[in-house]
């Protein structure tokens, strides 16, 4: 099984502020990578799919890069409600996610 | 607008059954491949099973497979999942998801239905 380590587990930030999260395979997956944004009691959303895709209606702060093993997610400037919990999944082989980055106020 | 609607969730005790439903509207419900996935709070999901379009193909996650069974109805426009032999670690949110047209990525959830066994 492919499993997927995201970092750091928690992130501190403030409005404006630039953010990365990394998400590391354990075997290549090529550009089979998505990221979701999860609130408190919602499902999932798609955010970016094949790595660096942006899903329709998704606000152009997200951006996503990477290839093989290693990848981010970058939020360009955090807004109010970007707080959240972000997890990466890879759908190459059967579909694995994270354990999710918490994105909170510092 | 897409929406998946999931029932059946509940309290059962260990060794007990539970089945899900999931109704989907929005879209053309036969043309898409369908996922349930499993989340206990403060963790990843972790995915569970997937069914093709017509029903006849399913994959299950090894923790599952023999004991839940996927299925669907597509003049129904709902989705399935039979859950036997329920044990502590199978309790969490089950969403019901949708996979991507033409591609193998999820994107539209359910807002889930709770299951607890204990």
């Known amino acids: 099984d492919i499993q997927m380590t995201q970092s750091p587990s928690t992130l501190s930030a403030s409005v404006g502020d630039r953010v990365t999260i990394t998400c590391r395979a354990s075997?290549?997956?090529?550009?089979?990578l998505a990221w979701y944004q999860q609130k408190p009691g919602k499902a999932p959303k798609l955010l970016i799919y094949?790595?660096?895709t942006l899903e329709s209606g998704v606000p152009s702060r997200f951006s996503g890069s990477g290839s093989g093993t290693e990848f981010t997610l970058t939020i360009g400037s955090l807004q109010p409600d970007d707080f959240a919990t972000y997890y990466c999944?890879?759908?190459?082989?059967?579909?694995?996610f994270g354990q999710g980055t918490k994105v909170e106020f510092k | 607008e897409v929406r998946l609607v999931e029932s059946g969730g509940g309290l059962v005790q260990p060794g007990g059954s539970l089945r899900l439903s999931c109704v989907a509207s929005?879209?053309?419900?036969?043309?898409?491949?369908m996922h349930w996935v499993r989340q206990t709070p403060g963790e990843g999901p972790v995915w569970v099973s997937r069914?093709?379009?017509?029903?006849?193909?399913?994959v299950y996650a090894g923790s599952v497979k023999g004991r839940f069974t996927i299925s669907r109805d597509n003049a129904k426009n709902t989705l399935y999942v039979q859950m036997n032999s329920l044990t502590a670690e199978d309790t969490g949110v089950y969403y019901c998801?949708?996979?991507?047209?033409?591609?193998?990525?999820?994107?539209?959830w359910g807002q889930g239905t709770l299951v607890t066994v204990s």
């Open positions: 998801a949708r996979e991507a047209y033409g591609d193998v990525r999820i994107d539209n």
């Open positions: 929005g879209f053309t419900f036969s043309r898409h491949l």
């Open positions: 069914i093709n379009t017509d029903g006849n193909i399913t």
């Open positions: 075997q290549s997956i090529s550009t089979w």
């Open positions: 094949q790595a660096s």
């Open positions: 999944q890879q759908y190459v082989s059967l579909w694995t």
